[in-house]
């Protein structure tokens, strides 16, 4: 079992969560009980990590909106 990291899109708040990936539409915040909350990638970049294995840089340089871990 996985853990994951979420965030809470009703009050911020950041917590980590063993889950099954079929189980993530179940995550609640331990903080205010909000359903709305997603899945973040802390360090690394999601594309990053689906695209070129030997560019370890994140994704400087290239479009990553979909990215919550690195900000680009
Ligand atoms: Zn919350």
């Not at 708040?13 to 709305?36: A, H, I, W």
Request: aromatic share 8%; hydrophobic share 20%.
């Amino acid at each position: 079992m996985p853990l994951l990291d979420f965030q809470c899109g009703k009050c911020g708040n950041k917590f980590d969560e063993l889950v099954y990936t079929s189980q993530m539409d179940k995550v609640t915040c331990p903080e205010c009980g909000s359903r709305d909350v997603k899945r973040v990638y802390e360090g690394k970049c999601y594309f990053g990590m689906l695209g070129g294995l030997s560019d370890s840089g994140g994704c400087s340089g290239r479009s990553c909106s979909g990215c919550s871990g690195c900000g680009h």
